[in-house]
């Protein structure tokens, strides 16, 4: 199997559409609680720093999701470009 149908394969699969399922119901249920606590701190800097944390999971966990959607469509991209002719003019190759 060629990456391309492995990460199809795995975007249609059972398990991983429970996966995003779970990733999503547990930051949209429990976002406002990481945040509520963050911004509970008495001191700024360390709510500031408790509410830095909360959004860089948040961006780590929605990166990893995305990942197999992007590659996918770099994968695309790159094959598309490799089917294309090459063109020449006077000035070379376009």
Known sequence: ?????????????????????????????????????ATGDADDTMALNKLRQVVAAKNAVERLLAWPAERLRHLGDTVARERQPETFSRRGGL
């Open 1 to 37: 199997m060629s990456e391309h149908e492995d990460l199809e394969n795995l975007l249609k699969s059972p398990g991983w559409l429970r996966l995003g399922e779970y990733v999503r119901q547990t930051w949209g249920d429990q976002l406002s609680q990481y945040v509520t606590q």
